[in-house]
T-cell receptor
Framework: TQLLEQSPQFLSIQEGENLTVYCNSS?????LQWYRQEPGEGPVLLVTVVTGGEVKKLKRLTFQFGDARKDSSLHITAAQPGDTGLYLCAGYSNTGKLIFGQGTTLQVKP | KAGVTQTPRYLIKTRGQQVTLSCSPISGHRSVSWYQQTPGQGLQFLFE???????NKGNFPGRFSGRQFSNSRSEMNVSTLELGDSALYLCASSPQGQNTEAFFGQGTRLTVV
């Protein structure tokens, strides 16, 4: 069974701090997707990383796909309260299911 | 382009009843997947439909079923509701399913009392 493990599960930081969220697996994924979800809403797709070693930037968010395509990270620079939410990584299993990590709940305090 | 639409947004049902949830995917998308999200279990895959056929199924009991219509709209049904079925049910649409980007609706919050 392919699994995605995220760490940390919870993160509470002050505005302006930097943070990194990790998404790891023992399996190779052809691509990984990152989502952000706010309470009571559906996840919103942030980015898809496809190539091993790829780095994508979305304003203050930097996403990296591991060289072996088994892991990914999300780095936020100078976090703001608007970044608060649940961050999820997801990838397609070899049976075609889109599977998710358990998520990282981020709280950014003003 | 309109996004993924799920109806209803909120639902309260009694144990033993059944419920039907609806999902209208993004125009042109042929794959619709359903997920159950609970605080303890995270996002759990229920099933995927592609061109009116169930292509993938998660590890849920037979009380959970679904279907897809020729216009790609999908419904999921839960029969004989249990308290543990209380959750946010999410629908995601994608052009082809596997290895294509998935876009979610706002979800249906089901509460079983």
């Amino acid at each position: 069974t392919q699994l995605l493990e995220q760490s940390p599960q919870f993160l509470s930081i002050q505005e302006g701090e930097n943070l990194t969220v990790y998404c790891n697996s023992s399996s190779v994924f052809s691509s990984l997707q990152w989502y952000r979800q706010e309470p009571g809403e559906g996840p919103v797709l942030l980015v898809t990383v496809v190539t091993g070693g790829e780095v994508k930037k979305l304003k203050r968010l930097t996403f990296q796909f591991g060289d072996a395509r088994k892991d990914s990270s999300l780095h936020i620079t100078a976090a703001q309260p608007g970044d608060t939410g649940l961050y999820l990584c997801a990838g397609y299993s070899n049976t075609g299911k889109l599977i998710f990590g358990q998520g990282t709940t981020l709280q950014v305090k003003p | 382009k309109a996004g993924v639409t799920q109806t209803p947004r909120y639902l309260i049902k009694t144990r033993g009843q059944q419920v039907t949830l609806s999902c209208s995917p993004i125009s042109g998308h042929r794959s619709v997947s359903w997920y159950q999200q609970t605080p303890g279990q995270g996002l759990q895959f229920l099933f995927e439909y592609f061109s009116e056929t169930q292509r993938n199924k998660g590890n849920f009991p037979g009380r959970f079923s679904g279907r897809q219509f020729s216009n790609s709209r999908s419904e999921m049904n839960v029969s004989t509701l249990e308290l543990g079925d209380s959750a946010l049910y999410l629908c995601a649409s994608s052009p082809q399913g596997q290895n294509t980007e998935a876009f979610f609706g706002q979800g249906t919050r089901l509460t079983v009392v």
